[in-house]
């Protein structure tokens, strides 16, 4: 019987209630098994390779210049690996899809769309093959 793979989600974003509560979302969907949270580049880069992510959401806030870089690097070590960002404005939107963001959300958006946006992600890269375990 071959083993079930770990869904593991990496987080990235500012610490604060608003990471926390996103993080109980995502925790709460049934086809992720982890989350891992990440405040700064080297912590990132850290979990991407040690945890094996099979997608990391970007939740931007300020300094979101250091988000888009860590996109274009994190998607120089693993082409596949999903990114999504949260943005804040449709100017960050744009940004983020320049700097190799597989989907937007515009912040405001609902639960429903950010499970569908997982759901979507998770089972295309199933479909080609591309689990991590």
């Given at each position: ?7 593991r ?8 209630r ?13 086809f ?10 080297q912590?990132?880069?850290?979990l991407?390779m ?6 990391v ?15 274009k690097?994190?998607?120089s070590?693993?082409k ?9 404005s449709?100017?960050?939107?744009s ?7 597989d989907?937007?959300l515009?912040?405001?958006f609902?639960?429903?769309e ?5 759901l979507?992600?998770v ?10 375990v």
């Amino acid at each position: 019987m071959e083993p079930t793979p770990s869904k593991r989600v990496l987080l990235i974003g500012k610490e604060g209630r608003s990471l926390e509560s996103l993080r109980a979302i995502v925790r709460g969907l049934p086809f992720v098994t982890k989350v891992v949270l990440s405040t700064d580049r080297q912590t990132c880069l850290k979990l991407a390779m040690l945890e094996k992510p099979i997608l990391v959401i970007f939740d931007l806030g300020e300094d979101e210049e250091e988000s888009f870089s860590l996109i274009k690097e994190l998607k120089s070590f693993e082409k596949s690996l999903p990114c999504i960002v949260l943005a804040n404005s449709h100017r960050q939107g744009s940004a983020a899809w320049e700097a190799g963001a597989d989907k937007v959300l515009l912040k405001g958006f609902s639960g429903k769309e950010l499970y569908q946006t997982l759901l979507q992600l998770v089972n295309s890269r199933e479909s080609l093959g591309l689990r991590r375990v």
